[in-house]
T-cell receptor, first 110, second 110 residues
Framework: QKEVEQDPGPLSVPEGAIVSLNCTYS??????FMWYRQYSRKGPELLMY????GNKEDGRFTAQVDKSSKYISLFIRDSQPSDSATYLCAMRHDDYKLSFGAGTTVTVRA | DVKVTQSSRYLVKRTGEKVFLECVQDMDHENMFWYRQDPGLGLRLIYFSYDVKMKEKGDIPEGYSVSREKKERFSLILESASTNQTSMYLCASREGPSTHFGNGTRLTVT
């Protein structure tokens, strides 16, 4: 079993829809939770960062962490074609190693 | 803005060749990382370094080595390239919660 499981997608939604992305994990020691966005032929860029459980909002993006269920989510409201990308969840428990999900490819149709 | 620069976007090498992938960061970060990214597997950590001349194995170090002679530069070496090392290679640097990635080197071994 992988340490981090991510819904594989792909996901295709109309412009303006809410995009919901999820990851589950098995290592209860994870304390730091991140979402990265990766455009085609580019490196991942950090979107959201959360420490421990709770919600965090940044503009159209909301990240949720439920440590009791070992489940994290990213919601994108009012999705735009420019949100079309691969989204990667990532998490870590120490100072160094990030564990990544396999990524979900999202297409927002104009 | 943090900049992580990988010297090559695309490389084609033959089986058995020694391959050098170079990475430079401009923010004086202590921690640097090499990942490979494969479809369905996400990002997997090959090696990381937390200081000059210091290195630690990640999850998949076999067939790779690294060099960090200067703080800003972290090199990945494939001692004898094999076809199963065909992949996207991503370099990253980190200070605090944010890990910053380069745009990747797509290596094909024939």
């Amino acid at each position: 079993q992988k340490e981090v499981e991510q819904d594989p997608g792909p996901l295709s939604v109309p412009e303006g829809a809410i995009v919901s992305l999820n990851c589950t994990y098995s290592n209860s020691a994870f304390q730091y939770f991140m979402w990265y966005r990766q455009y085609s032929r580019k490196g991942p860029e950090l979107l959201m960062y959360t420490y421990s459980s709770g919600n965090k909002e940044d503009g159209r993006f909301t990240a949720q962490v439920d440590k009791s269920s070992k489940y994290i989510s990213l919601f994108i409201r009012d999705s735009q074609p420019s949100d079309s990308a691969t989204y990667l969840c990532a998490m870590r428990h120490d100072d160094y190693k990030l564990s990544f999900g396999a990524g979900t490819t999202v297409t927002v149709r104009a | 803005d943090v900049k992580v620069t990988q010297s090559s976007r695309y490389l084609v090498k033959r089986t058995g060749e020694k391959v050098f992938l170079e990475c430079v960061q401009d923010m004086d970060h202590e921690n640097m990382f090499w990942y490979r990214q494969d479809p369905g597997l996400g990002l997997r950590l090959i090696y990381f370094s937390y200081d000059v001349k210091m290195k630690e194995k990640g999850d998949i170090p076999e067939g790779y080595s690294v060099s960090r002679e200067k703080k800003e530069r972290f090199s990945l070496i494939l001692e004898s390239a094999s076809t199963n090392q065909t992949s996207m290679y991503l370099c990253a640097s980190r200070e605090g919660p944010s890990t910053h990635f380069g745009n990747g080197t797509r290596l094909t071994v024939t």
